[in-house]
């Protein structure tokens, strides 16, 4: 067994550094220790799920190996239990403390100078071509900055910038680093800092906490606005107000870390200014008597509307009921991919909770048959909806956990989980993202008619009166944003949809088909125009390649099942927020940055068919794929074999229908799906020979037809290609393939060609000529597409000659004559059929 361990009291470059490590040993496990530095458990309480380390105590020590030691060179320092190592330990050390001493007989040592270790594991991994993701990017930055001193520190080399330079290329979140970062004070700043601290008083406004401090002194002394942000990071406040008078002037620093906070209207109040999140104000000649109480009274100026459970959570929520067996709970949480499950009575009253980790023990003891209540926690950790993102936050961190149910007079409303509190706070952090708040409306105006828009609107009054929230959704919304058209408008509601569709054909004429299965309806308008109304729904797949199992769920859930973030986006239709956009999945950011991005690594496996959807929107926009999209895709090529021969033909022909058959081709190629499906990789003379059959044929190049072309030379090619035969021309032509490809048809009097290959098509005999390199086949079936018979079965009647299939053979003899030019006129066919009709007799 291989382990990946730091140091104690862990900061943040070591914890980038065990993450780093992870993704350069794979098969080593990562062992966190406990005693971490605050601002690493404050990181951690949000996004330990996204990391999946161990804790020492889920290590058999007896049973390691080999130990991977980074931003640490000493096992001492560690705080593994030494005693319960084996003596042939192997050691490997990542590590850029030179002054420390390393563990003597490293198997592998790289100790070098630079600001931080991260830089070294950094470099690593880019030498490999290991892609690196946003997240981890922005881990990576965390420990580079902060062990750097936001690169002030004099042990900072010029490759600890070019790392950080090469982090933010891959998506480094910078908000995010100034959040959790240190900062390092001197030792005159020391001192007044701890004066601000002692002279310090909080407020609790609206879930939000505020520090104010005060203090006078007769010299003046630079550095308070690090100061006031440090006081903000190390009480944990929201903001931080700091009024200090230094000689004759009376200072007013102002420094936030929440969204909720802009200190502009209380900035335009004293005559400062600055930003929302950081602004100042100077007075001279002023007391603090007289300028404390100002800013006291002006405060609630600063608070912007919070952002509440109730915005955030999913609801309606999956529950389990305490009489459900174990072994149920643990199949629903692998449909949903949760962790946990919330119990509630037959009231719908909230009375526990059931985790993965108690559904898993309660199964590895045979107790899957069991009831929900003998395992579930019967005193959850619960908050009411109109609890803001501080304190949720705060919860979770306090204990631990990452689902919190939302309760309202004791009923279950709602689930927030840690993934709808990092989403909201990438939301907050990020410049490029547009904001929930932001509006389509302006592109709607421009890009629909006016009747669609009053239509959208009318649908909006009448979800109002029915208190239901209803949103644009799918690939208008996209093309929206892109400014294309399309007028294909797909509405989604967070209630049952068949009910919404009959309550808007009721009210504004038209007609409704049904789908119960789904929850879904058509409703066709007064004007002839379609418009799909979907329940919000979830999805699971029982294995890969299957459709999906379908349950009613919430927006959010519903938009995560889509295929690509850029699909994922909605505009909510109500009459207060219409034009509302809503963005889970920083989708408008990747139609920026123009990139094909899946929401979840098993999207492919599940839907295989995603593979040549992405590759059709990337060919459609010009976009490219994220690196982790291309991998995943990758990965899943395989899985294409377990899809139906109709779903990946009809994928094809979508290409096709876009103009992109033959690009997209070669994009599937690059994704490793031919070779996954026909253990064939195609060369450059196939994709050449492609171009040119595609040229020279008569008929269209569909999809059937460029795999035939592509793979006709791939090992059991008629077996291999058969399964995608599925109309009855498709399997003649295999099947005249097959007879054309074994048998000699060399060059000879088109008499004779006639005599062997009349009965086959013209395209099966084209393919023939221009794979197997026989040209003449083209000039006969050029040739036969021009010549007309020149008599009938009538004319041979009339010479008296019996029906039968003799009728057959002498017209194909006249066609051959026909074909080589001994017979040219109706006056020679005519005598050669009585010559022909003496030999009969």
């Known amino acids: 067994m291989e382990v990946i361990v730091s140091h104690m009291n862990i900061d943040f470059d070591g914890l980038a550094c065990l993450l780093a490590a992870h993704k350069l040993h794979p098969q080593a496990t990562v062992a966190l220790t406990d005693k971490q530095q605050p601002t690493v458990k404050s990181y951690l309480a949000i996004y330990r799920d996204q990391l999946n380390f161990s804790s020492y105590e889920q290590i058999p020590w007896t049973s390691v190996t080999k130990i991977i030691l980074v931003d640490v060179g000493s096992l001492d320092r560690t705080g593994i239990p030494l005693k319960e190592l084996r003596d042939d330990i192997s050691i490997l050390i990542y590590d850029h403390h030179l002054q420390n001493e390393p563990e003597t007989g490293a198997e592998y040592s790289l100790i070098e100078a630079v600001g931080a270790a991260i830089t070294l594991l950094t470099e690593q991994l880019l030498k490999r071509d290991h892609p690196i993701n946003a997240f981890e990017a922005t881990l990576f930055g965390l420990g580079l900055y902060t062990d750097t001193g936001n690169f002030t520190y004099p042990q900072v080399t010029a490759r600890d910038l070019y790392i950080a330079s090469v982090l933010r290329e891959q998506g480094m979140d910078v908000s995010l680093i100034e959040r959790f970062a240190e900062q390092v004070l001197t030792t005159e700043e020391k001192a007044l800092f701890q004066t ?239 904001t929930a708040k ?42 929206l944003l892109l400014k294309r058209q399309n007028e294909d408008i797909d509405l989604v509601v967070e209630g049952d949809g068949i009910a919404f569709a009959e309550a808007i054909a009721a009210k504004l004429g038209g007609s409704i088909k049904t789908h119960d299965t789904f929850g879904t309806a058509t409703w066709t308008t007064p004007a002839d125009e379609k418009i799909d109304i979907v329940t919000c729904r979830t999805e699971y797949y029982e294995a890969p390649g299957l459709l999906p199992v379908v349950r009613a769920s919430n927006l959010r859930e519903d938009l995560r099942r889509r295929d690509f973030t850029i699909n994922a986006l909605a505009v909510k239709i109500n009459k207060e927020n219409f034009g ?81 058959l033959l690009s997209g081709a070669k994009w599937l190629d690059r994704l490793g799906v031919w070779e996954a499906l026909f253990a064939y990789q195609p060369t450059a003379n196939d994709w050449k020979q492609l171009s040119e059959v595609g040229e020279q044929l008569e008929a269209e190049m569909e999809p059937f037809l460029a795999l035939f072309v592509l793979f006709h030379q791939a090992d059991n090619f008629e077996q291999k290609l058969q399964r995608y035969a599925l109309t009855i021309a498709d399997m003649k032509l295999l099947g005249e ?105």
Not at 248 to 256: L, M, P
Not at 299 to 326: E, G
Not at 458 to 475: K, R, S, T
């Open 196 to 434: 601000l601290l002692t002279n310090s008083e909080e407020q609790q406004r609206e879930g939000l906490t505020i520090l104010l401090t005060t203090h006078e002194q007769d010299h003046y002394q630079g550095g308070l606005a690090t100061l006031t942000r440090r006081l903000m990071d190390i009480t944990d406040s929201d903001a931080a107000i700091a009024i200090v008078m230094m000689k004759d002037r009376t200072y007013v620093v102002a420094r936030a870390s929440s969204s909720r906070i802009d200190f502009n209207p209380l900035m335009q109040a004293l005559g400062g200014g600055g930003h929302a999140q950081a602004a100042s104000a100077t007075f001279k000649h002023k007391s603090l008597t007289e300028i404390v109480p100002k800013v006291m009274e002006l405060v609630p100026l600063i608070l912007k509307q919070a952002v509440t459970a109730s915005s955030i959570m999913a609801s309606p929520v999956k529950s389990v009921v305490p009489t459900d067996k174990i072994e149920a709970v643990l199949e629903r949480m692998f449909q949903y991919g949760h962790t946990g499950f919330p119990v509630v009575d037959e009231n719908g009253q909230l009375v526990g909770v059931i985790s993965r980790r108690d559904v898993d023990k309660a199964t590895h003891h045979g107790l899957g048959h069991a009831p929900v209540k003998a395992y579930m926690s019967s005193r959850p950790v619960i908050l009411p909806p109109e609890a803001t993102i501080e304190e949720i936050q705060a919860t979770m961190m306090q204990h631990n956990i990452g689902r919190i149910p939302i309760v309202e007079n004791g009923a279950l409303v709602g689930i927030v989980s840690r993934t709808d509190v990092i989403e909201q706070l990438h939301q907050q952090s990020s410049a490029v993202e547009l």
């Open 438 to 479: 932001d509006s389509l409306l302006p592109h709607m105006k421009a890009s629909l008619p006016a009747s669609t828009l009053t239509l959208l609107k009318q649908i909006g009054e009448i979800a109002d009166e029915l208190d239901l929230p209803v949103y644009l959704i799918g690939g208008i919304v996209r093309d």
């Open 580 to 660: 509302q956009i809503l963005d889970f999945f920083q989708g408008q950011n990747d139609l920026k940055q123009r990139k094909i991005r899946i929401l979840h690594t098993l999207s492919f496996v599940e839907d295989p068919t995603r593979i040549l959807r992405a590759v059709r929107f990337a060919l459609r926009f010009g976009y490219q794929f994220d690196e982790q999209t291309e991998r995943l895709a990758k990965n899943a090529a395989p899985m294409l074999t377990q899809i139906s021969a109709s779903r990946f033909l009809r994928e094809l022909e979508l290409l096709h229908e876009e103009q992109h």
């Open 737 to 841: 393939w097959t007879h054309l490809h074994s048998f000699d048809t060399r060059e000879k009097p088109l008499r004779e060609l006639h005599g062997e290959l009349s009965h086959f098509s013209d395209l099966a005999l084209q393919l023939s000529a221009l794979l197997d390199n026989k040209p003449f086949l083209l000039d006969y079936v050029k040739k036969r597409q021009k010549i007309t018979l020149l008599l009938n079965g009538h004319d041979l009647r009339k010479q008296g000659i019996k029906p039968g299939p003799v009728y057959s053979s002498l017209l194909q003899q006249l066609f051959g004559l026909q074909l080589d030019n001994a017979i040219r006129t109706r006056q020679e066919a005519l005598e050669w059929l009585k010559q022909a009709a003496h030999k009969a007799e």
